[in-house]
């Protein structure tokens, strides 16, 4: 796997943009199918806790799940996909310690 990108909030921003306009594609190629609405659920509760700066509480920062559901599910079918939801779990875990 390549190096984590994700190395300050304000690239998380951008890469959680990339990955909801990803999913949102991919939803639409494949109407109906749970794993795209399980994952936009989450990318929604990750913008909603990191919007205008603000750093979610450390539950709320393990309570996401798109690592082990990208490599699950997407890794064989969509890798680079899977990569963005993997990287941005990562960086979730650990975003207070982002600059």
């Known amino acids: 796997m390549a190096a984590v990108r994700i190395d300050s909030r304000e690239v998380f921003q951008e890469v959680l943009a990339e990955a909801r306009a990803a999913t949102a594609a991919l939803a639409a190629s494949v109407p109906g199918w749970e794993l795209c609405e399980t994952i936009e659920a989450q990318l929604a509760f990750m913008a909603e ?16 799940n798109l690592g082990p559901l990208a490599v699950k599910n997407l890794e064989e079918s969509h890798p680079a996909y899977a990569t963005l939801l993997k990287e941005l779990d990562y960086a979730f875990r650990r975003y207070g310690a982002l600059p």
């Open 49 to 64: 806790e990191t919007a205008g700066g603000a750093v979610p509480a450390r539950e709320d920062q393990l309570s996401t």
